[in-house]
């Protein structure tokens, strides 16, 4: 049993939530943050449409990070946009224990990712870049490519 598993079959861990509202920022200022924190090593950035104070219309900025990522990732927010405080919250995240396969498929070759709780396979998500890279290659969908890359992961389960 690993340090972060606790018997159950997952992973956990603790990461930090960063929070801001913001109702006088460009919508492009805030794409173009998101993209800072994502580069910078955030773990997931969203921003969600809120109703504010004088009945404005805004969005709530969240920053998903690992603890050692937060002052950087605080630091970004407040240069690139209109906050004047942040909120924090430190949250325990259960994760399934993830490994990463090459699978053959008619189109090349594609990196699939696949999630398990023990040793109980309970996901399969081939990597988007990898699958539209061979769509845009051959010139077809990409879910033919997602599609062909799912399959060919099961039968790695299979054999």
Same mark, same amino acid.
């Given at each position: ?54 009945? +404005?219309?805004?969005? %709530? $900025?969240?920053?998903?990070? =690992?603890?050692? #990522?937060? @002052?950087? !990732? /605080? ?41 398990? +709780?023990?040793?109980? %396979? $309970?996901?399969?998500?081939? =990597?988007?870049? #990898?699958? @539209?890279? !061979? /769509? ?24």
């Amino acid at each position: 049993m690993s340090p972060a598993d606790t018997g159950d079959g997952y992973e956990h861990d603790k990461v930090v939530q960063i929070e801001t509202n913001l109702d006088d920022l460009s919508p492009e200022l805030v794409g173009h943050v998101t993209g800072l924190l994502l580069e910078a090593g955030a773990l997931d950035v969203w921003v969600t449409p809120v109703q504010m104070k004088k009945q +404005r219309p805004g969005m %709530l $900025l969240a920053v998903l990070a =690992e603890e050692s #990522s937060v @002052k950087r !990732l /605080a630091d970004l927010v407040f240069t690139h946009t209109s906050a004047f405080g942040l909120r924090m919250s430190e949250l325990t995240r259960w994760k399934l224990r993830r490994d990463f396969v090459e699978v053959q498929t008619r189109f090349g070759v594609v990196s699939v990712k696949r999630g398990y +709780r023990g040793d109980a %396979l $309970l996901q399969i998500a081939p =990597e988007f870049e #990898s699958c @539209k890279a !061979l /769509a845009l290659e051959h010139g077809c969908p990409l879910q033919l490519v997602y599609d062909a890359a799912r399959k060919a992961a099961l039968e790695l389960e299979s054999l």
